[in-house]
């Protein structure tokens, strides 16, 4: 079994900067895909960033210039760091990565943590 931790999220003002943290822990043999999602309330979960095998980033328009998505493949850990962030960056965020157990790939996911950008 796979288990994701998160970790880094907090109260923040806005222009301020958080780095959120998930790290990966069991039966991982490959991973490929590492995926930062939130979920503001009321509102549909949406993709955040992405990173895909050779680092190959992807960012909602929303994001660009702003979060950064980085792993550490010793770690089976995932980043995001987060700047400049604004009251509408409000959600709780998840990490999802996809990887093989040895048996099967499958999705896994973060608890979530909250991030509260206000001033």
């Known amino acids: 079994q796979v288990q994701l931790v998160e970790s880094g999220g907090g109260l923040v003002q806005p222009g301020e900067s958080l780095r959120l943290s998930c790290a990966a822990s069991g039966s991982i043999f490959n991973i490929n895909g590492m995926t930062w999602y939130r979920q503001a309330p009321g509102k549909e979960r949406e993709l955040v960033a992405r990173?895909?095998?050779?680092?190959?980033?992807y960012y909602a328009d929303s994001v660009k210039g702003r979060f950064t998505i980085s792993r550490d493949n010793a770690k089976n850990a995932v980043y995001l760091q987060m700047n400049s962030l604004k009251p509408e960056d409000t959600a709780v965020y998840y990490c999802?990565?996809?990887?093989?157990?040895?048996?099967?790939?499958?999705?896994?996911w973060g608890q979530g943590t909250q991030v509260t950008v206000s001033s």
């Open positions: 999802n990565i996809r990887a093989f157990s040895g048996v099967q790939w499958g999705d896994y």
């Open positions: 990173l895909v095998s050779g680092d190959s980033a």
